[in-house]
């Protein structure tokens, strides 16, 4: 009861959300509508896809098997990852646990209530938009209502077992090291397992299902099903689960349900009793992991004294600029933040599965499904994609980061036009060269010759640099001061309005470079040149409108971020 | 130093300041109270340059804050009530930092964050990271950030929150010898004793609007209580405010330059 109790004050703040100055009921409905918008879109793709995919005679059904498998094991690792990172706030730093500690709360109560809060807050998102995957896949098999309720089911059930290991997980590192090193150790568990997950889903070689020359081995696979590898991993339960709604005819060994809601209950049980066991002290030393860092700060990190910093700086002579006094400061302070370097693995990770899936891309232009020039077009898109995915991750949260301290650089007499700007340079130059270097690699090994390649790096820069603008704008437009988790900034409506534009800005850009690309695919193929004057002015107008539209883009959205920071402050 | 007029602020249907007139005078403590919420942080917000206001206007140094905020931000430093600062840099890279937005020469910001950083007792942890420092270490750090760039016009909210006696003190010290150099000091405090103390004039703000002001013994004759204290005069002043929302308007007046 008391458990329950202390979940309705959580969710009276998501309801009074709507009375909020943050929020209000405008911002809330735009929130609600857009979300619906992604919700609805990803029914009809998967319905449009899966619909495919079931369509290709003799595999199909067991195509759309292993699609639900990968999945699924997906949707773990995001789980997985999210509940690690939200474990540490939920039990050991937010505001409002010091108060409930000091209250007669029982233990089973407060391991509960945190326990469900951090499984809704870290997995609604990924479980909320992964659900209309399983309704496609339920229609595109007509199949009865017996199964739409067992993934309605095991997907909460799935949900609650990364839940339960990050609790597990955060109680025993909470015991043994300070609140700090905990926080640090979690973040690079939750990156390392995710690692881990990709390396099994790569395992499962999806690309083999869509290539022509790999589907003959693919009818050994029908055998391979119920002895996947990763059968002892609660996502191929869940997959059993569902499969046995949609294929009545399969033999599975045992009710995969039952084993998903045992395997997820036990989880609970062994997470509460270790809660039990370790939470008081792990609190408790959650607490004074502020004086214990004071004291090895001063020990450890206190290397030079006054008379030879400020010797050193004299030295140096001259005096500094804005801009680069706040990109040292910037540079400073994302090198000391392991936060930080987590999002740099998350990188490494995201460029490493982007460079090692071009294979398929690669063998499906191999096997003439795409024509060649066809390939440059993909191989831009996808590289804005990941430009995309990168600026949210890096851009976006730049502003929001800065934290309650940006009072200082509010304050300083130079205008936020300038501090933005200072942030777009130096966050565009190393994010337009990551993206250069990833197109033109691919670009090689596509085969797409130097001239195309150059073509592709020349689009991608602006286009990046554009995105980058676009995110630090927006971000500048909807930050959130209060908030140091960099993933969760981008999580608000500033977030959803940047993938969504920063998506039509990619669009836009693509099709503007089709006619002035092709026409220099031509000329390099046939030594043919565009005729009339019509299809030169036109094509040169698309190839200015390529270059110049991402920057211009950028530019307005700074200056938005700028104007509202100035008008806002911290109240922004 | 500081000439508002008829300052306005209102968050949505919410007035925190209404009206508000009053100046500075250069080399003075100009002390602001009043209760929570009477738009006292707000306004002291809206002179720093950190929020914009819905109406009036702010001259800082003779620069419109509307139309000048960069000039009117290079004379001024802003103390707020938390002292929220970059928890991965050092004392002395705070300092830097800075030096660096305000265009001082390195060998100044040497030379002057040596002195502060002693001044304040700081020294020994000029290379440590702020994110280590107590709260009162980091109270007087942003008094040494804040004295760096030799502002002209002192803003500072709660000066005394985290501070032990001894920093308390010191601070006092600080802000008088800012006006003995000629600066101006424009103070919030919930004190009584401090603003007494250290205080040339004194505003007392009640729901977004001058209830009072004066220096001491205007103030005592405007409560009428001759001989009494600060706090008692406080309390007297904003009772009334709050019960005629129209007392304070000759105040008010006598605010205007």
């Known amino acids: ?572 | 130093m500081i000439v508002v007029e008829d300052l306005v602020k209102h968050y949505g249907r919410f007035q925190a300041v209404q009206g508000l007139s009053f100046h500075v005078r250069e080399g003075e403590v100009f002390g602001f109270l009043g209760p929570n919420g009477a738009g006292k942080s707000t306004t002291m917000r809206i002179i720093a340059g950190l929020i914009q206001p819905s109406g009036g206007t702010v001259r800082v140094g003779g620069h419109d804050l509307a139309r000048e905020p960069i000039a009117a931000k290079a004379i001024t430093s802003f103390i707020p009530d938390r002292p929220f600062l970059y928890e991965k840099l050092t004392a002395f890279e705070m300092l830097e930092l800075v030096g660096g937005l305000h265009r001082m020469p390195r060998a100044e910001v040497a030379r002057r964050g040596q002195a502060l950083l002693e001044r304040f007792e700081l020294g020994p942890w000029a290379d440590g990271l702020v994110e280590s420092f107590s709260h009162g270490m980091k109270q007087r750090l942003v008094f040494a950030i804040a004295l760096l760039p030799r502002p002209r016009l002192l803003i500072v909210d709660e000066p005394m929150v985290g501070l032990d006696p001894r920093g308390a003190k010191l601070v006092k010290e600080v802000l008088r010898e800012q006006c003995e150099a000629g600066a101006s000091v424009f103070l919030s405090t919930h004190t009584m004793e401090v603003a007494q103390e250290v205080c040339d004039r004194i505003a007392i703000l009640s729901r977004g609007r001058i209830a009072a002001l004066g220096s001491m013994e205007q103030l005592r004759a405007e409560a009428d209580q001759p001989g009494s204290s600060l706090e008692q005069i406080f309390l007297r002043l904003t009772e009334e405010a709050e019960a005629d929302p129209r007392h304070g308007a000759a105040a008010a007046a006598e605010a205007a330059p």
């Open chain 1, 1 to 572: 009861m008391i458990a329950l109790h202390l979940l309705r004050a959580k969710w009276r703040t998501i309801t009074n959300l709507r009375r909020s100055d943050h929020m209000g009921p405008k911002r809330l409905a735009a929130l609600v509508v857009m979300g619906l918008m992604v919700w609805v879109g990803i029914l009809a793709g998967s319905a449009w896809f899966l619909g495919k995919v079931v369509a290709v005679e003799p595999i199909g059904v067991v195509m759309l098997r292993k699609l639900v498998e990968l999945v699924l094991l997906f949707l773990l690792s995001i789980l997985t990852v999210s509940n690690l990172i939200a474990a540490f706030s939920t039990f050991f730093l937010a505001e409002d646990l010091p108060a409930l500690v000091a209250r007669p709360v029982p233990a089973n109560a407060l391991f509960l209530a945190r326990w469900a809060e951090n499984g809704l807050y870290a997995s609604w998102m990924t479980v909320g938009f992964s659900a209309p995957f399983f309704l496609a896949a339920g229609w595109v098999m007509d199949a009865p209502l017996a199964y739409h309720l067992t993934w309605a089911c095991a997907l909460p059930l799935l949900a609650s077992i990364p839940t339960s290991v990050a609790v597990i997980i955060a109680m025993v590192l909470g015991r043994v090291l300070s609140a700090q090193r905990t926080r640090q150790l979690l973040m690079v568990m939750a990156t390392v397992v995710f690692t881990v997950l990709f390396v099994l889903f790569r395992q499962l070689e999806p690309e083999r299902f869509v290539d022509p020359d790999q589907r003959a081995p693919l009818l050994e696979v029908l055998g391979q099903v119920q002895s996947s590898p990763s059968a002892w991993l609660p996502s191929a339960w869940a997959a059993d689960a569902m499969w046995s709604g949609l294929t009545p005819l399969t033999e599975a060994v045992g009710h995969p349900l039952l084993r998903l809601l045992l395997g997820a209950a036990s989880l609970v049980f062994v997470a509460g009793w270790v809660f039990r066991a370790t939470f008081p002290a792990a609190f408790s030393r959650a607490q004074e992991g502020a004086g214990r860092a004071t004291s090895d700060a001063q020990r450890g990190r206190v290397r030079r004294d006054l008379a030879s910093l400020a010797a050193a700086l004299s030295a140096r002579g001259g005096h500094d600029d804005p801009g680069r006094a706040l990109a040292r400061k910037d540079r400073r302070v994302f090198l000391r933040d392991p936060t930080q370097w987590t999002q740099m693995l998350l990188l490494v990770a995201l460029v490493s599965i982007y460079v090692v899936n071009f294979s398929y891309i690669r063998s499906a232009g191999d096997s003439g499904i795409i024509p060649r020039h066809g390939l440059h077009f993909i191989n831009l898109s996808l590289g804005g994609f990941v430009a995309v995915a990168v600026c949210v991750r890096f851009a976006f949260p730049s502003v929001s980061l800065e934290g309650r301290a940006f009072w200082i650089v509010l304050r300083a007499p130079l205008p936020q036009l300038e501090v933005l700007r200072g942030k777009w340079r130096t966050l565009a130059t190393p994010l337009s060269a990551l993206v250069a270097a990833l197109v033109s690699i691919t670009s090689v090994w596509l085969g797409s010759g130097p001239w195309l390649t150059a073509v592709a790096v020349l689009t991608v820069v602006p286009l990046t640099v554009g995105l980058t603008g676009l995110a630090l704008g927006l971000g500048a437009r909807f930050p959130r001061f209060h908030i140091d988790n960099a993933a969760k900034i981008a999580t608000g409506l500033g977030g959803m309005l940047y993938m969504f534009g920063g998506l039509m800005l990619l669009t836009v850009v693509v099709l503007l470079a089709l006619a002035p690309t092709l026409s220099l695919a031509q000329w390099l193929d046939h030594g043919v040149l565009p005729h009339g004057p019509l299809r030169w002015v036109g094509g040169g107008l698309a190839a200015v409108g390529a270059l110049a539209l991402p920057p211009w883009v950028g530019r307005a959205a700074v200056r938005i971020g700028a104007r509202h920071l100035e008008e806002h402050g911290l109240n922004a």
